[in-house]
């Protein structure tokens, strides 16, 4: 996993009768997960191509910084999904 991600704590709300009822809150995260998905596929339309660096530019650093944007993205909506799927196991 990404140092970045490592850093973060976990997010884990405890359903109470006070609190948001478990389903709403697991839909929320799985909400988000899809969103950080659709965002990371829109990104790989995107991505740097050789093409148009033919008269300049460093393709080989923007490749690798597309790279590392795309890999936080995909690791921050993994992230969304386990949290997800923790909460909805601990509701059975």
Known sequence: MNPRLEIMHRIAPVPNINGSPAHCLIDQ????????????ACMRKWQP??????????????????????TLVEELA??????AY???????
């Open 86 to 92: 923790t909460l909805a196991t601990k509701e059975r």
């Open 29 to 40: 995260m799985i909400e988000v997960h899809q969103a950080l998905d659709a965002a990371a």
């Open 49 to 70: 191509h050789g093409r148009d660096y033919q008269i300049g530019g460093d393709y080989q650093a923007d490749h690798a910084e597309f790279r590392r944007r795309l």
């Open 78 to 83: 993994a992230q969304y999904e386990s949290e």
